[in-house]
């Protein structure tokens, strides 16, 4: 594993990562079946989940300003009592993505899921048992670029949450702004997504008899300005206020790990205090996502494209941390916990580190 991680570099080929998929296919049982052919020009299948990936990426990325254009367009044509409807519909339901939201268990067991799993391919990987009449505190790391594995372990079915952790309901905190998009709000609340705010986290935190999971991507949308294969730099510092919104609850805290998901990705090189970094940072603060000048590969072909590379991720929850319930903590009681969870989080990170292609020599480093 060593000798494999160690042949990886910030700007290796796609043959290289292909080849270095196979060579691990003999290492971790069932990883051949699940990452499938290696030549997309000449694969069927590979085409085909690429086909499937690239239809789920054009929908979550191109849907949402197209939704708007239709809403607003539509009062302007002979179907402008769709909009009103629309708009009447979206006035009675206000409030229902800051109450725990509307999943859609037929959308969250779409069939899309799964070819999107099968593509990388994505495991969930369940290293303690998590009693359902708690509520917990999921952090989850690294953000990577697009997320992809808090998606598909968290806002679906088709890595079997529900079948390793029975009993416990999973809510994946995503930025607000995205539930002010008509029609697009709608399918964000259908796969369990909550706005990233702390009314909406209280709420599910406050529920009684327990079984609900509240996952924030911690970094958020800053952290994936560092996302790039073989790093793991996680933006955790500073970032406190999860620990105080768990202690508020007396929630146990819960550290995820996803190894994999900055593999995922290339991205144009942006330094701290290069002029691309401070427009990312400006752009950011002005529009509360960040804008990372990501690429990877193609449909058939492996130079260039929007499509991420089909890297295995293993998404491995750890134990979870005893948290005492306190309305009101001190900075030092969250400073502490903070510092607790930092080492719990390592310890994950390096107890599985080798099984998934990370040298020995590598560590996780807080900014």
Same mark, same amino acid.
Not at 16 to 38: F, T, Y
Not at 313 to 331: A, L
């Given at each position: 594993?060593?000798?494999?991680?160690?042949?990886?570099?910030?700007?290796?080929? @796609?043959?290289?990562?292909?080849?270095?998929?196979?060579?691990?296919?003999?290492?971790?049982?069932?990883? $051949?079946?699940? =990452?499938?052919?290696?030549?997309?020009?000449?694969?069927?299948?590979?085409?085909? @989940?690429?086909?499937?990936?690239?239809?789920?990426?054009?929908?979550?990325?191109?849907? @949402?300003?197209?939704?708007?254009?239709?809403?607003? /367009?539509?009062?302007? +044509?002979?179907?402008?009592?769709?909009?009103?409807?629309?708009?009447?519909?979206?006035?009675?339901?206000?409030?229902?993505?800051?109450? $725990?939201? #509307?999943?859609?268990?037929?959308?969250?067991?779409?069939?899309?899921?799964?070819?999107?799993?099968?593509?990388?391919?994505?495991?969930?990987?369940? +290293?303690?048992?998590?009693?359902?009449?708690?509520?917990?505190?999921?952090?989850?790391?690294?953000?990577?670029?697009?997320?992809?594995?808090?998606?598909? *372990?968290?806002?679906?079915?088709?890595?079997?949450?529900?079948?390793?952790?029975?009993?416990? +309901?999973?809510?994946?905190?995503?930025?607000?702004?995205?539930?002010?998009?008509?029609?697009?709000?709608?399918?964000?609340?259908? $796969?369990?997504?909550?706005?990233?705010?702390?009314?909406?986290?209280?709420?599910?935190?406050?529920?009684?008899?327990? $079984? *609900?999971?509240?996952?924030?991507?911690?970094?958020?949308?800053?952290?994936?300005?560092?996302?790039?294969?073989?790093?793991?730099?996680?933006?955790?510092?500073? @970032?406190? /206020?999860?620990?105080?919104?768990?202690?508020?609850?007396?929630?146990?805290?819960?550290?995820?790990?996803?190894?994999?998901?900055?593999?995922?990705?290339?991205?144009?090189?942006?330094?701290? /205090?290069?002029?691309?970094?401070?427009?990312?940072?400006?752009?950011?603060?002005?529009?509360?996502?960040?804008?990372?000048?990501?690429?990877? #590969?193609?449909?058939?072909?492996?130079?260039?494209?929007?499509?991420?590379? #089909?890297?295995?991720?293993?998404?491995?929850?750890?134990?979870?941390?005893?948290?005492?319930?306190?309305?009101?903590?001190?900075?030092?009681?969250?400073?502490?916990?903070?510092?607790?969870?930092?080492?719990?989080?390592?310890?994950?990170?390096?107890?599985?580190?080798?099984?998934?292609?990370?040298?020995?020599?590598?560590? =996780?480093?807080?900014?």
């Amino acid at each position: 594993m060593g000798q494999l991680g160690s042949k990886r570099n910030h700007s290796f080929s @796609r043959e290289v990562l292909d080849s270095s998929a196979h060579e691990w296919h003999s290492q971790i049982p069932g990883a $051949g079946r699940a =990452l499938g052919a290696e030549s997309a020009a000449v694969s069927f299948s590979t085409g085909r @989940r690429d086909l499937h990936l690239h239809e789920v990426e054009a929908r979550s990325w191109k849907n @949402r300003k197209r939704e708007r254009v239709l809403f607003i /367009g539509l009062f302007f +044509t002979r179907f402008w009592l769709i909009s009103v409807l629309y708009a009447t519909w979206w006035l009675l339901d206000w409030d229902t993505p800051s109450k $725990g939201g #509307r999943r859609i268990h037929c959308i969250r067991n779409s069939i899309i899921w799964r070819h999107m799993k099968n593509y990388f391919p994505v495991t969930l990987v369940k +290293t303690a048992e998590l009693d359902p009449s708690k509520n917990y505190v999921v952090g989850f790391h690294p953000h990577g670029v697009l997320v992809a594995g808090a998606f598909l *372990n968290f806002c679906t079915e088709a890595t079997g949450f529900s079948q390793l952790f029975p009993g416990l +309901t999973p809510h994946m905190m995503m930025l607000t702004l995205w539930f002010r998009v008509p029609f697009f709000r709608d399918y964000l609340l259908s $796969g369990g997504l909550i706005p990233s705010d702390k009314d909406s986290a209280s709420y599910v935190l406050r529920r009684w008899g327990g $079984g *609900n999971v509240l996952a924030i991507a911690v970094g958020g949308a800053q952290e994936a300005l560092d996302a790039r294969p073989g790093t793991f730099t996680l933006l955790l510092k500073n @970032r406190k /206020g999860f620990i105080r919104l768990a202690m508020e609850h007396g929630a146990p805290l819960v550290p995820v790990f996803s190894f994999g998901e900055n593999e995922l990705f290339d991205q144009v090189n942006n330094p701290e /205090g290069s002029w691309l970094r401070r427009t990312q940072h400006c752009l950011q603060q002005i529009m509360g996502i960040s804008l990372p000048l990501f690429h990877a #590969r193609g449909m058939f072909q492996y130079s260039f494209g929007l499509l991420p590379y #089909r890297w295995p991720i293993f998404t491995v929850v750890g134990k979870p941390i005893k948290v005492e319930k306190k309305h009101n903590p001190s900075q030092e009681e969250v400073d502490r916990l903070h510092q607790t969870y930092i080492e719990e989080l390592c310890k994950l990170f390096e107890e599985h580190k080798t099984k998934y292609n990370v040298p020995e020599d590598r560590h =996780l480093e807080f900014i």
